[in-house]
C-alpha cells in the first residue's frame, strides 16, 4: 500500500527534487545565459513528461495518499502534454530572456514549480488538495509576473494579477468550504456519493456551486472574471504571458472537470447553467474586445477569453434531460479543443518572442506589417496558427471548434442548436482580428526592415509547432481517440 501511495506522487515528487536542484545548482553557475541551468529545466520536464505518458500507457486508476490523490489516464495525459508545454515554453522563452537580463535562475526554478501546481491539480481527488496545487501554481506565476521589476507596466500587471487572483482563491475556498459543510466530506468522489444519497440542504450546495464557478471562471479568465486576462498578458514578459496562457489552461480544464463533472455531476442543471452564461458572455465579449484592439498581446488576451468560453460550451451538453449518455462526447471535445488551443497559443508566442530583440519587443500588431517580405516562413507559420485560432479548415482550430458544434447539435435540444449558432455568428466576428493579421503580413508595407536574428532551435522548434497545427487539423483522429478514451475512464471511476 505504502509502494502505491508513492507510485501516485512519483511526478509531483520528482517535480519538487528537480525543481530544487535547479535553484541550488543556479547558485554555483557562472554563465551569464545560465546554460546548465536551462538544461537542467528541460531535463527535469522530459523526465516528467516521460513518467506521465507511461502512467497514461497503462491504462489504470490508481489512488493515493488516504484517496486524497489519484492517478488517472485523464490525468495522466493532461499531466504529459502540461510538461510538453512547459518544456517547449522554456525552449522559445531562453533567448529572450537572455536579451533583457531576466535570464535568472529564479525564472527556471519557479517555471518548475509552475508545474508542480499544475500536476497536483490535475491528480487531486480532494478539495484541499485541488486548493494546495493551486496557490502553489498561482503564487509562482504572480512572482514570475513581477520578474521586470524596473518595467512599471509588469509592476502593475503583477498587482492586478495578485490582487483579483488572492478574490478568485477566496471565491473559491468559500464554496469547497460550504461543499464540506454540506457533504461532510473533502474527497471528490464522496461528495458525489452524498449529492446521490441526496438528504443535504440545496441552498447550502447551490451557493457552493455558484462560488465554485466563479473561482473557476477566473482561473479560466470567463466573462465576468476575466478582467486581469488583458492586463496581465500586455504587461508580463512575453516569456511570462505564455506560462500563463500555455500549460496552466490544463489545469483549470481538470480542476473544473474534477470539482464539477466528478464532485457535482448531480448539480449539473444549476452548473450548466452558469457555464452557459459564461460561455456566451465570453465569447460575446472577446471577440468584439479584440477587434478594437491594436496590441497584439491584447488582443490574443481577448482571444484567449472567447476560446476558453468556446470551450465551456462542451462542458454544458454533459447532461441533458437528466441523462449522461452525452457525457463523454461533450467533455472529451471540451478536452481536446483546449489541448489544441494550447499547442497553437505555444506558437503564437514563441513567434512574438522569436521576433523581439533587445529595446524592441514586437507586440504591436502594426510591428508585423509586411513581415512576409522580410521572413516569408515566418509569415507562413503565424499565418498557419491565425488560421488555426479562427477555425478556419484545414487547421486543428477547425476540427476542434467542430467537436464542440457536433456535441451541442447531437444533443437533440433546441437550447442547444441556438448555442451552436450563436457560436458560429460570433466567430465569424472572430475570425476578423484573425484574418487581419494575415492581411498585416502580407499587404502592409513594412514599418521595420530589419530581419530576424536565426536562432537554429527556435526556428526548428517553431517549424514543428506549425506542422503540427496543420497534421492534427487534417489527422485530428488519433488526438481525440486518447482524450475520448481517457475521459471516459475517468468518468468510469
Known amino acids: 500500500m505504502n509502494a502505491m501511495n508513492w507510485l501516485v506522487v512519483y511526478p509531483q515528487a520528482l517535480l519538487l527534487v528537480a525543481a530544487c536542484s535547479v535553484a541550488l545548482v543556479d547558485l554555483f553557475v557562472t554563465d551569464p545565459q545560465r546554460r546548465p541551468t536551462y538544461w537542467l529545466t528541460q531535463l527535469g520536464f522530459a523526465a516528467v513528461a516521460a513518467l506521465y505518458l507511461s502512467f497514461w500507457d497503462s491504462g489504470i486508476t490508481v489512488y493515493g495518499m488516504q484517496r486524497m490523490v489519484v492517478a488517472d489516464p485523464m490525468g495522466n495525459l493532461l499531466g504529459f502534454f502540461a510538461a510538453l508545454a512547459m518544456m517547449i515554453t522554456t525552449a522559445y522563452a531562453q533567448p529572450y530572456i537572455g536579451a533583457r537580463e531576466l535570464q535568472k535562475g529564479e525564472f527556471y526554478s519557479l ?185 497584439l498581446k491584447r488582443m490574443l488576451a481577448y482571444s484567449t477569453i472567447s476560446q476558453m468560453g468556446f470551450m465551456l460550451l462542451g462542458l454544458t451538453a454533459g447532461v441533458v434531460s437528466g441523462n449522461t449518455l452525452s457525457a463523454g462526447n461533450a467533455y472529451s471535445s471540451a478536452m481536446f479543443y483546449v489541448v489544441t488551443y494550447v499547442l497553437t497559443t505555444l506558437g503564437t508566442f514563441g513567434l512574438i518572442m522569436f521576433l523581439s530583440r533587445q529595446g524592441f519587443e514586437s507586440d504591436e500588431i502594426a510591428d508585423l506589417s509586411g513581415l512576409a517580405r522580410r521572413a516569408p516562413w515566418l509569415a507562413g507559420v503565424m499565418t498557419l496558427f491565425m488560421f488555426s485560432l479562427a477555425g478556419v479548415p484545414p487547421m486543428v482550430g477547425f476540427y476542434a471548434k467542430l467537436s464542440i458544434l457536433q456535441a451541442l447539435i447531437t444533443t437533440n435540444v433546441t437550447g442547444y442548436v441556438v448555442l451552436a449558432v450563436v457560436a458560429v455568428m460570433l466567430s465569424l466576428i472572430g475570425a476578423f482580428y484573425y484574418l487581419r493579421i494575415v492581411k498585416v503580413m502580407y499587404f502592409d508595407k513594412p514599418t521595420d526592415t530589419s530581419h530576424p536574428v536565426q536562432a537554429t532551435g527556435v526556428s526548428a522548434l517553431l517549424a514543428i509547432n506549425g506542422a503540427a497545427v496543420l497534421v492534427f487539423g487534417l489527422l485530428p483522429g488519433g488526438l481525440m481517440a486518447m482524450c475520448r478514451d481517457a475521459v471516459l475512464k475517468a468518468l468510469a471511476t
Do not use: C
Open 111 to 295: 517555471s518548475m514549480f509552475v508545474l508542480l501546481g499544475i500536476s497536483v491539480m490535475i491528480s487531486a481527488n480532494n478539495l484541499l488538495v485541488v486548493y494546495l496545487g493551486l496557490e502553489v501554481m498561482s503564487l509562482s506565476l504572480y512572482a514570475l509576473t513581477a520578474m521586470r521589476r524596473d518595467h512599471g507596466v509588469s509592476t502593475e500587471a503583477a498587482m492586478k494579477y495578485f490582487v483579483l487572483g488572492a478574490m478568485a482563491s477566496g471565491f473559491l475556498l468559500y464554496g469547497m468550504s460550504m461543499m464540506y459543510g454540506a457533504t461532510r466530506s473533502l474527497e471528490i468522489n464522496e461528495i458525489f456519493n452524498a449529492i446521490g444519497r441526496g438528504g443535504i440542504n440545496g441552498t447550502v450546495l447551490t451557493f457552493g456551486v455558484v462560488f465554485i464557478v466563479a473561482g473557476l471562471g477566473f482561473k479560466l479568465g470567463a466573462v465576468p472574471f476575466h478582467m486581469w486576462v488583458p492586463d496581465v498578458y500586455h504587461g508580463a514578459p512575453t516569456a511570462v504571458t505564455l506560462l500563463i496562457g500555455g500549460a496552466p489552461k490544463l489545469a483549470a480544464f481538470a480542476i473544473t472537470i474534477r470539482l464539477l463533472v466528478e464532485g457535482l455531476l448531480g448539480l449539473a442543471v444549476d452548473w450548466q447553467q452558469m457555464l452557459v452564461v459564461l460561455a456566451v458572455g465570453s465569447l460575446v465579449v472577446g471577440n468584439l474586445a479584440a477587434i478594437a484592439q491594436t496590441n
